[in-house]
């Protein structure tokens, strides 16, 4: 099966039973999360090292670390395609979607 997650502000669920869900908010939280931020597990999160650089070569680099990332911390999914939105009202912000 195929499914979507962005990088938003949705919700998180505590004890998600649901195995889908719980996965695809794993997800989002790995998009959310600057690598470094979690105490005691520096490792997870996005290194982030695509913040401030020409949207071009941001879009390769996040595209490369949202991969490894995702396969990293959570091996029950395979990245299929990694696609931006773009906010019309604030230009140069991209949105990340996996899916």
Same mark, same amino acid.
């Given at each position: 099966m195929?499914? #979507?997650v962005k ?5 998180v ?8 869900k ?8 790995i998009?959310?999360?600057?690598? @470094? ?5 520096r +490792? ?7 913040l ?7 879009k ?10 995702v +396969? #990293? ?7 299929e395609?990694?696609?931006?939105? +773009?906010d019309?009202?604030?230009? @140069? ?7």
């Open positions: 195929t499914y #979507t990088a938003g502000t949705a919700a669920t505590l004890n998600e039973t649901d195995t889908v719980s996965v695809l908010q794993n997800i989002a939280i998009l959310r999360t600057r690598r @470094g931020s979690c105490p005691l597990y +490792e997870f999160g996005l290194p982030m090292d695509f401030d650089r020409p949207q071009p070569v941001a390769t680099m996040a595209i490369a670390e949202i991969k490894e990332a +396969e #990293t911390f959570e091996p029950r999914v395979t990245v395609d990694i696609s931006f939105e +773009e019309a009202n604030m230009p @140069g912000i991209l949105i990340p979607s996996w899916r």
